[in-house]
């Protein structure tokens, strides 16, 4: 194809149509139909000459493809695969006046192939799917003062990105502009955000906080978290599953074994039990046909895609049938904290009045904070959705607080240690010691107060995922060991394990020692490990299956095996689920597959089962286990369980 023609074909309907595999093999199947029915419609009125032509066009429709296919398999890659098997097959059926026979072997091997092929389709198109909900990119300022949004693979270093609060860095650079906090939990595990200033570096995939900020791009981003993910799940069918191994390595040496067999059942028929020449040459056809391994060749694929395909349509993203074999398996699971078992965010999650009601001790703090953006702020003026009183002359002081004055001129603050001490005042030791319990149990702590009087302690920290405790349960519930690995302080590690439910919990870990607990682990079975930091990917590579959160980092989606796109724990169970529906019907297809070769196949060597049966047995065979894998695609991933509400 000429580079002038190729606009005008790439804009052609029939070009576009014909380059899509799945709307190919159905239009194919289709005319090979035609062919097998028009051909035993027109031999009914004995309509020779047609019939013969409609068989010529199922022919020519089914066997084509699938002989070009052979012909570049043998050529390119030296390997005789099961569709020169079928082809072969169809011929010795034409061979012995069975054309008709050969045309309905054709049309279901052809329409078995193509349900294959729409189910890899469903899968990809599932994928990406997913992968343009979020769509990457920056705003890069221009030497004029202007802003236009770029996306991430044109960002080049140098380049001045214009950041807001609630955006991600798009990538890896330096802070020319500005003061923010910055959420660096997918990177670092830690849940508080980091203040930043002119000079200190950000990262790629971390969130600005308050502020708008001009950022110096240092490395270039050549592509998105989520294009990436594309290409690793397009790379990642290399990584097969056993199973998928064994029905590739059974798939060459079996044909080679059927293709030779073929003669030598035609000589032991003939020579060994004095058959006619025709009719040992028809039970050896018949042998070729019913020993053809498509169905086991067909039954791993058809099953293994379809789950790949109803996971990633919920959320749950496989990146090859490896990962979706170790999970069905899988009996230890175990769990960084932040970001994971957490939501990775700031919330208001403990308040002690010590003056006044709890209400007003609310409002209080939430009209002084209100109009901060710092993240501490706005955990606490979220925690309240009433009316406010009216607070002025509020000045924030950088690392201590806040202060404001009410109408009345009553001061009103809040703040840390630090601005206490600004403003003079002393907590009592008993206030001290149930700060220091807060803190204990990883919350950031403030105090509330009117004039020189404490009115409320705050304690603001990162909490569970409201479904954390239940996937937990429902783990636990299926014999599963669940482990908790974080580089949190231990009281905190405790406090949010005791939360989910997690007994077992190895606190203030470094990456290296993650990777050695890992390592431990795998030797007493197989392991999940679930994370969504880059300290977490020595971990997750080491696991029998990595599971990454979709908001995590880019190390750690690339390291994960599964990776939850909804940020859900729930779908880590119901993707274990499927795990297991899928193993049990690729062994369910295998084992259908084989039995048919081996039962049909030893009465087609006694003369038993003649050509249009074992047609009939051995493609029926094949096109029932692709639609029994085909069933996986309407599985539900969810691990919604009520018994545990």
């Not at 056809?285 to 086991?296: E, G, I, R």
């Not at 990595?546 to 993707?575: C, Q, T």
């Not at 029926?620 to 085909?630: E, I």
């Amino acid at each position: 194809m000429s580079a002038a023609a190729s606009p005008i074909l790439l804009r052609n309907p029939w070009w576009l149509f014909w380059h899509n595999e799945v709307k190919r093999g159905f239009l194919l199947s289709s005319l090979t139909l035609l062919g097998v029915v028009g051909g035993f419609v027109a031999r009914g009125y004995e309509l020779e000459g047609l019939q013969n032509s409609l068989w010529a066009m199922a022919f020519l429709a089914g066997g084509v493809p699938s002989g070009i296919k052979a012909v570049r398999s043998l050529l390119k890659e030296h390997k005789l695969d099961v569709d020169l098997l079928m082809v072969v097959a169809a011929l010795g059926a034409a061979s012995v006046g069975q054309a008709g026979d050969g045309a309905i072997l054709l049309f279901l091997f052809s329409l078995s192939n193509t349900l294959q092929s729409w189910a890899m389709n469903r899968t990809r198109r599932a994928i990406e799917a997913l992968m343009t909900l979020h769509p990457e990119g920056a705003n890069v300022l221009l030497p004029d003062g202007s802003e236009q949004w770029k996306p991430l693979d044109a960002l080049r270093p140098g380049d001045t990105l214009v950041v807001r609060p609630g955006e991600r860095f798009a990538a890896d650079g330096t802070l020319l502009e500005g003061y923010t906090d910055v959420d660096e939990s997918a990177l670092t595990g830690e849940s508080v955000p980091v203040d930043k200033k002119p000079g200190d570096p950000v990262r790629s995939g971390t969130l600005n906080g308050h502020g708008v900020v001009r950022v110096r791009v240092e490395r270039p981003a050549s592509e998105s978290t989520l294009a990436r993910l594309i290409k690793l799940v397009e790379s990642a069918r290399a990584a097969k599953s056993r199973t998928e191994r064994f029905a590739e390595r059974f798939e060459g040496p079996y044909t080679i074994a059927v293709l030779s067999s073929a003669p030598l059942v035609f000589m032991v028929a003939h020579y060994g039990f004095g058959l006619e020449a025709a009719q040992a040459w028809y039970r050896a056809m018949t042998f070729l046909v019913v020993a053809s391994p498509c169905a086991v060749v067909i039954a791993t694929p058809a099953a293994v895609l379809s789950a790949m395909a109803a996971g990633a349509r919920a959320g749950a993203l496989f990146k090859s049938g490896a990962a979706l074999e170790s999970l069905s398996r899988a009996n230890i699971f175990v769990f960084d904290k932040t970001g994971t078992l957490t939501q990775g965010r700031m919330k208001l999650v403990s308040l002690e009045v010590l003056q006044g009601s709890e209400a007003e001790a609310r409002a209080l703090a939430a009209g002084i904070e209100r109009y901060s953006e710092h993240p501490i702020a706005q955990a606490i003026a979220q925690a309240w959705d009433g009316p406010v009183p009216e607070i002025g002359e509020i000045r924030a002081i950088q690392g201590h607080g806040v202060v404001g004055v009410m109408a009345d001129g009553t001061q009103v603050w809040v703040g840390n240690r630090r601005l206490l001490g600004e403003l003079g005042i002393k907590l009592p030791p008993g206030l001290e010691a149930r700060l220091q319990i807060l803190e204990h149990q990883g919350q950031t702590t403030a105090v509330l107060g009117m004039n020189h009087h404490p009115v409320a302690l705050l304690g603001v920290g990162d909490t569970p995922r409201p479904e954390a405790a239940r996937a937990v349960a429902e783990l636990r519930q299926q014999g599963a060991r669940v482990i908790m690995l974080t580089g949190d302080r231990e009281a905190v590690a405790n406090h949010i394990a005791a939360q989910v439910g997690i007994s077992e919990v190895y606190a203030e870990l470094l990456p290296e020692e993650k990777l050695e607990r890992i390592l431990q682990l795998s030797r007493e079975g197989t392991v999940v490990m679930v994370g969504d930091g880059l300290n977490d990917a020595p971990a997750l590579n080491a696991a029998a299956v990595g599971v990454s959160m979709a908001a995590g980092s880019d190390v750690s989606l690339e390291s994960a095996d599964l990776v939850l796109m909804k940020n859900d724990l729930n779908r880590l169970v119901g993707a274990q689920k499927l795990a297991r529906a899928t193993t049990r019907t690729v062994y369910f297809n295998l084992t259908f597959a084989l039995g048919v070769i081996v039962v049909v196949g030893a009465f087609a060597l006694v003369g038993q089962v003649p050509l249009p049966m074992g047609v009939l047995a051995h493609e029926g065979g094949t096109v029932f286990v692709v639609l029994v894998g085909l069933r996986l695609l309407l599985h539900r991933v969810s691990g919604w369980n009520p018994s545990l509400q």
